[in-house]
Structure formats: structure tokens, C-alpha cells
């Protein structure tokens, strides 16, 4: 089962402009992750963050977490057409942190 | 400093048939995760191995196995292939210190299942 799931399923914005991805999740959480994933290939990491973290940055990335309402949202400041790819949220779970996966944001940013 | 290994990128197989597939962690790995990942779903996690054990698993049946090798490699095997486990198979290694935290993903292994 998902743990996590993305809202939209998919995107398609300007080269430019920004991408916003939301994610809600069912269970409490130690931490929850982002992911990049190109063409069907290995997935990237992002970002993390704690459950005891609002918001974090790095680079044009900007994540929150709002442990209340089990959701988190990543931010693409200035989307480049190297941006296009699926995003994917994701979560520990189970006493060896099992990584469970959300179903993905499929991003397309145009040139 | 190598990243993770996966082997082979492609396979094609019949139904019914066995397949194994290989990934060697990031150096200073000690867990290996496995993946399926259907075209536009995201991964399903199978298993876990740490110290050469199944340490978790997913909701896959017993068809699905694995081992983890001294050098911290691992393998994933699938008995009885049906055509619905044509995915991508992903492996991705952390250390057990981190557990829950970062992984790093290999490339994938795409099995076609005729």
C-alpha cells in the first residue's frame, strides 16, 4: 500500500516558473522524504525532513511539513526544463524503517 | 567512489521462468532494499537485508527472494514469473546507522515477463 500520496499527478508549467507538489500520508512519521526519478530510472534524493522541521531548503528546493495535517509540499523555484521528471514522496515506517513511496507527481516544464 | 550497481538493465523473460537480479551497494553500505516499480506507480518496497538477513518485507508473495552475500551484495529472485511482474526493479543501499533516512537507488533492471 502507498503511504504517501502526491497531489497532482502531474504538472506541466513554463520554464521559469514554479512547481509546487503536495503530499499527504497516513500514518505518523519520523521523517519524509523526496525523491527525483528521470525516465524510469533510479530514483535521486532531494530532501529530508524531520518531523520536528516546518521547512527546509536547499537550492531552489523548498519542502514544508505539517505533521497536523500529514501532508508536505515541495517547492521548484525557477523550473528548468531539467526539472522534468516525477517526484515522488516518502516515508519510514515499521521497526526497520521500511521506505514506503507515494505514487508520484509527474513534472513537465517547457522550454 | 562507486554508487550502486544493478545487473543486467534489461531482461526479457517467459512466464514461468526464473530470474535473478544483482545489485552491489554504495561502498560503506551495509542494507540493501528492493523495489518494484510498475510503469506509472511509485516503488513497492519487497524486502529489506541487513548482516545477510531478511530483515523486512513488503506485501509480495514467496515467490519473491533474496540473499545478501559477506560483501554486502544482494541478489533478488523470482520463481514462477507472471506477466504482471513486468517492472522496473530497483535496488538502493543506506546504512543501517541511517536506516530511514537516505538511499541511494541504482538504475534499475527493467524485466519484460512475455
Known amino acids: 500500500s502507498q503511504q504517501g500520496e502526491e497531489d497532482p499527478q502531474a504538472l506541466s508549467i513554463q520554464e521559469g516558473e514554479n512547481a509546487t507538489m503536495n503530499c499527504s500520508y497516513k500514518?505518523?512519521?519520523?521523517?519524509l522524504q523526496w525523491y527525483r526519478q528521470n525516465s524510469g530510472r533510479g530514483l535521486v534524493h532531494l530532501i529530508l525532513?524531520?518531523?520536528?522541521?516546518r521547512e527546509k531548503h536547499s537550492g531552489r528546493l523548498r519542502v514544508t511539513l505539517d505533521t497536523s495535517k500529514k501532508s508536505s509540499s515541495l517547492l521548484i523555484t525557477a523550473s528548468r526544463a531539467a526539472d522534468t521528471a516525477s517526484y515522488f514522496c516518502?516515508?519510514?515506517?515499521?521497526?526497520?524503517?521500511?521506505?514506503?513511496f507515494g505514487i508520484g507527481t509527474k513534472l513537465q516544464v517547457i522550454p | 567512489d562507486a554508487g550502486v550497481t544493478q545487473s543486467p538493465t534489461h531482461l526479457i523473460k517467459t512466464r514461468g521462468q526464473q530470474v535473478t537480479l544483482r545489485c552491489s551497494p554504495k561502498?560503506?553500505?551495509?542494507?540493501v532494499s528492493w523495489y518494484q516499480q510498475a510503469r506509472g506507480q511509485g516503488p513497492q518496497f519487497i524486502f529489506q537485508?541487513?548482516?545477510?538477513?531478511?530483515?523486512q518485507r513488503g506485501n509480495f508473495p514467496d515467490r519473491f527472494s533474496g540473499h545478501q552475500f559477506p560483501n554486502y551484495s544482494s541478489e533478488l529472485n523470482v520463481n514462477a514469473l507472471l506477466l504482471g511482474d513486468s517492472a522496473l526493479y530497483l535496488c538502493a543501499s543506506s546504512e543501517v546507522a541511517t536506516l530511514g533516512e537516505t538511499q541511494y537507488f541504482g538504475p534499475g533492471t527493467r524485466l519484460l515477463v512475455l
Open positions: 561502498s560503506g553500505h551495509d542494507t
Open positions: 516518502a516515508s519510514p515506517s515499521g521497526g526497520y524503517q521500511k521506505v514506503t
Open positions: 500514518t505518523s512519521i519520523n521523517n
Open positions: 537485508y541487513y548482516e545477510e538477513e531478511e530483515r
Open positions: 525532513i524531520r518531523s520536528n522541521e
